[in-house]
Nanobody, 117 residues
Framework: QVQLVESGGGFVQPGGSLRLSCAAS????????MGWYRQAPGKERELVAA?????????NYADSVKGRFTISRDKAHTTVYLQMNDLKPEDTAVYYC?????????WGQGTQVTVSS
């Protein structure tokens, strides 16, 4: 069974940066995609950014984070990152990584990101 472990969340002031990491217990070369979602209190979980599986690695972002967030992964396809710059209070949420595989979706446990002055 594949385990996903997230890290990197925390408290930051507006304009600050954080880098989230999601490490899988084995390589995810066969994954269809790797991505980050977030869920703020009282809101539905939403896609933040995703990177397609395979060598192409096409990326897509929510409009609200374009130009501020960058998704990437390591060459071994074991870890997916989310670099978050110019953070805003509305980015406050629990962030979850998701890896889509042939038999379903794998989710991380979530990491809290709080942006406040």
């Amino acid at each position: 069974q594949v385990q996903l472990v997230e890290s990197g969340g925390g408290f930051v002031q507006p304009g600050g940066s954080l880098r989230l990491s999601c490490a899988a217990s084995r390589n995810m070369f066969a994954a269809k995609s790797m991505g980050w979602y977030r869920q703020a209190p009282g809101k539905e979980r939403e896609l933040v950014a995703a990177i397609a599986g395979g060598g192409g690695g096409m990326k897509n972002y929510a409009d609200s984070v374009k130009g501020r967030f960058t998704i990437s992964r390591d060459k071994a396809h074991t870890t997916v990152y989310l670099q978050m710059n110019d953070l805003k209070p509305e980015d406050t949420a629990v962030y979850y990584c998701k890896i889509a595989v042939a038999w379903g979706d794998l989710w991380g446990q979530g990491t809290q990101v709080t942006v406040s002055s």
